[in-house]
């Protein structure tokens, strides 16, 4: 053999050896989020946890977590870094299933570690420095003393989470303390500690699973619902498309003649807005951003259900004064008229800036602003007629029928009398 042959087969052995070499780390794939994670457990005494994974880009964040809750586990959040060449890793808590924050625990990144120009896979290889018990490694922040194990040393399996971000467009940082929002989908495995534990690190992780197993055997990768954003989205979205046009052309129009109308839409109206908000008050709790009640979503939400309030004991108050022949009040149910219209324009903008909160698609804001232009359009020419039909028959009115009327008077007749549709 000449020497440089000898010396290629020799190279070409170790090679080979690099490949075959075992490493002793917990491998998983997950196929439908095309994300591969590893796990390893250096035996040198240290607590170290050596974490491998990668992902799409197309999501937000890709993350794993050390528990089967999101309450305290250690959580490692991964995400494009600002120059889009590499990942940031932000180690993060969260005392339940709310947004984690960010902890200062020691990161060392290692090679392997970019976001591919070709793929648009982001790989993360890194080394979670004393990691695995964190109240030993207690340090100054009570939130990390408090913290349970990442991975207890008396057990023979660990769960791991996963969890990725949505879609949103393209999102990078190298802010350590990022808001990122609620996952599209989650999943939990559990590693074997035996077999991950040695030395060499994770390797280089293939799409082969290995050292895992799942709870109740279910490897499936697990849609995470929103459905209390749903509820709230759809529900004001019926209340200020729907509900609010017809309870304003019921008290503009049918309340001369039946008054108590107005007050079952005008009472449903309300029931349906404040059954709208509970859920979003119960988001409102899971994200940083939104937990101080404070974007202008939150804000002009909150003062319009305020004076709808005020606005629905007033309409009481006028209704009262007038059944009891007392002041006509002209002024009173003027400002019982103009507060609900203000209401309902202020529901329709707070749509919107909730749909702009919430990152929705330009698509579904376009569809949601031509929606509520279109039931202006529509309800134009509704009011006009109807208008006219009142006003038409106004003249035949009996003395018996104004007189009814004085007695069941309806807070809204004023604007029917005198031309609710002119504006
Ligand atoms: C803004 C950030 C986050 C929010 C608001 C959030 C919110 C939630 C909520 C409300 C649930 C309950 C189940 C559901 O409704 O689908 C949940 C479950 C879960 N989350 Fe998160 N999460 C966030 C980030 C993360 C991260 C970074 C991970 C990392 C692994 C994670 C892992 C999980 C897992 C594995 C579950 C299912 C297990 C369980 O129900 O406790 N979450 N999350
Ligand atoms: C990850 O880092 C380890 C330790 O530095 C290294 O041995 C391994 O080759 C790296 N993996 C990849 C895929 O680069
Ligand atoms: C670590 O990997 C080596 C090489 O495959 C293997 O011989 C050894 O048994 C592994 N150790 C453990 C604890 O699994
Ligand atoms: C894993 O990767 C290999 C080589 O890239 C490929 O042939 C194989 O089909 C993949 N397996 C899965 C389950 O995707």
Same mark, same amino acid.
Request: contains cysteine; hydrophobic residues 40%; glycine residues 10%.
């Given at each position: 053999?000449?020497?440089?042959?000898?010396?290629?087969?020799?190279?070409?052995?170790? #090679?080979?050896?690099?490949?075959?070499?075992?490493?002793?780390?917990?491998?998983?794939?997950?196929?439908?989020?095309?994300?591969?994670?590893?796990?390893?457990?250096?035996?040198?005494? %240290?607590?170290?946890?050596?974490?491998?994974? %990668?992902?799409?880009?197309?999501?937000?964040?890709?993350?794993?977590?050390?528990?089967?809750?999101m309450?305290? %586990?250690?959580?490692?959040?991964?995400?494009?870094?600002?120059?889009? @060449?590499?990942?940031?890793? %932000?180690?993060?808590?969260t005392?339940g299933n709310t947004e984690?924050?960010?902890?200062?625990?020691?990161?060392?990144?290692?090679?392997?570690?970019?976001?591919?120009?070709?793929?648009? #896979?982001? *790989?993360?290889?890194?080394?979670?420095?004393?990691?695995?018990?964190?109240?030993? *490694?207690?340090?100054?922040?009570?939130?990390?003393?408090?913290?349970?194990?990442?991975?207890?040393?008396?057990?023979?399996?660990?769960?791991?989470?996963?969890?990725?971000?949505p879609?949103?467009?393209?999102?990078?940082?190298?802010?350590?303390?990022?808001r990122i929002r609620r996952h599209v989908?989650?999943?939990?495995?559990?590693?074997?500690?035996?077999?991950?534990?040695?030395?060499?690190?994770?390797?280089?992780?293939?799409?082969?699973? #290995?050292?895992?197993?799942?709870?109740?055997?279910?490897?499936?990768?697990?849609?995470s619902s929103n459905k209390a954003a749903t509820a709230h989205g759809i529900l004001f979205?019926?209340?200020?498309?729907?509900?609010?046009?017809?309870?304003?052309?019921?008290?503009?129009?049918?309340? @001369? @003649?039946?008054?108590?109308?107005?007050?079952?839409?005008?009472?449903?109206?309300?029931?349906?807005?404040?059954g709208a908000m509970i859920p979003g008050i119960v988001i409102s709790r899971e994200h940083i951003l939104t937990a101080k009640m404070g974007t202008?979503h939150q804000?002009?939400g909150l003062?319009?259900?305020?004076?709808?309030?005020?606005?629905?004991?007033?309409?009481?108050?006028?209704?009262?004064? #007038?059944?009891?022949?007392?002041?006509?009040?002209?002024?009173?149910?003027?400002?019982?008229?103009?507060?609900?219209?203000?209401?309902?324009?202020?529901?329709?903008?707070n749509n919107?800036l909730g749909l702009k909160l919430s990152e929705q698609?330009?698509?579904?804001?376009?569809?949601?602003?031509?929606?509520?232009?279109?039931?202006?359009?529509?309800?134009?020419?509704?009011?006009?007629?109807?208008?006219?039909?009142?006003?038409?028959?106004?003249?035949? *009115?009996?003395?018996?029928?104004?007189?009814?009327?004085?007695?069941?008077?309806?807070?809204?007749?004023?604007?029917?009398?005198?031309?609710?549709?002119?504006?």
């Amino acid at each position: 053999m000449a020497p440089s042959t000898r010396w290629l087969v020799l190279c070409l052995i170790t #090679q080979l050896h690099l490949i075959l070499a075992q490493t002793n780390a917990s491998t998983i794939f997950i196929p439908e989020a095309n994300t591969i994670i590893g796990i390893n457990l250096p035996d040198d005494g %240290s607590n170290d946890i050596n974490f491998y994974v %990668s992902s799409p880009d197309w999501y937000q964040y890709s993350a794993i977590g050390f528990g089967s809750s999101m309450a305290n %586990s250690l959580i490692l959040v991964i995400y494009p870094s600002a120059d889009h @060449r590499s990942v940031t890793v %932000s180690p993060r808590f969260t005392d339940g299933n709310t947004e984690p924050t960010h902890q200062p625990l020691k990161i060392t990144l290692h090679s392997g570690t970019e976001l591919s120009p070709t793929t648009g #896979q982001m *790989t993360a290889n890194g080394t979670c420095h004393g990691c695995r018990n964190l109240h030993t *490694t207690s340090r100054d922040s009570n939130s990390i003393a408090s913290q349970k194990d990442a991975i207890p040393s008396d057990v023979q399996t660990a769960p791991v989470m996963f969890a990725v971000g949505p879609n949103s467009g393209a999102f990078s940082s190298d802010d350590l303390d990022a808001r990122i929002r609620r996952h599209v989908a989650h999943g939990i495995f559990n590693i074997d500690i035996a077999k991950s534990t040695g030395p060499g690190g994770v390797g280089t992780p293939t799409n082969v699973t #290995q050292h895992v197993s799942f709870p109740d055997d279910d490897s499936s990768l697990k849609k995470s619902s929103n459905k209390a954003a749903t509820a709230h989205g759809i529900l004001f979205a019926i209340v200020a498309l729907a509900i609010a046009p017809f309870d304003t052309l019921v008290a503009a129009f049918l309340g @001369r @003649r039946w008054p108590k109308l107005h007050v079952v839409t005008g009472s449903t109206y309300f029931l349906f807005v404040l059954g709208a908000m509970i859920p979003g008050i119960v988001i409102s709790r899971e994200h940083i951003l939104t937990a101080k009640m404070g974007t202008g979503h939150q804000v002009l939400g909150l003062l319009t259900v305020a004076v709808m309030f005020v606005m629905v004991v007033w309409g009481f108050v006028v209704r009262r004064t #007038q059944g009891a022949g007392g002041p006509a009040g002209g002024w009173m149910k003027q400002v019982h008229a103009w507060g609900g219209r203000g209401i309902w324009v202020a529901l329709l903008i707070n749509n919107g800036l909730g749909l702009k909160l919430s990152e929705q698609t330009k698509l579904l804001m376009l569809g949601y602003a031509v929606l509520a232009g279109g039931v202006f359009v529509f309800l134009i020419p509704i009011y006009f007629c109807m208008w006219r039909c009142t006003s038409a028959r106004k003249p035949k *009115t009996t003395i018996e029928e104004d007189h009814e009327l004085y007695n069941m008077p309806s807070i809204y007749d004023h604007e029917a009398r005198y031309g609710y549709g002119r504006q």
